[in-house]
């Protein structure tokens, strides 16, 4: 079965990019496809509360040849509508 490698971009940070250097063993293109779809909303779920209102998160999927097949993003917007939240 064929690897795959995850590599996780956060469009706010400086230094916001994570090389997947294992990877993941997956059937085929298919199944890395929903492996991407599946880690941005995690991925999201302990971000978002911890860097603001605005963000954006990539998936770059690469093969064992090292060629991105596949790049998924997942973005965050929120806005306060009544100035102070209290």
Known sequence: MPRYFFDVHNGNRHHGFERDDEGTICPDFEAARVQA????PEIGRWEI?????????TVLV???TGS???TATLTFA?????GDAS
């Open 68 to 70: 991105i097949v596949y």
């Open 37 to 40: 779809m599946a880690t941005l």
């Open 62 to 64: 690469r093969n064992e």
């Open 78 to 82: 929120g806005l306060r509508l009544n």
């Open 49 to 57: 509360p911890r860097d603001g209102d605005k963000q954006a998160f």
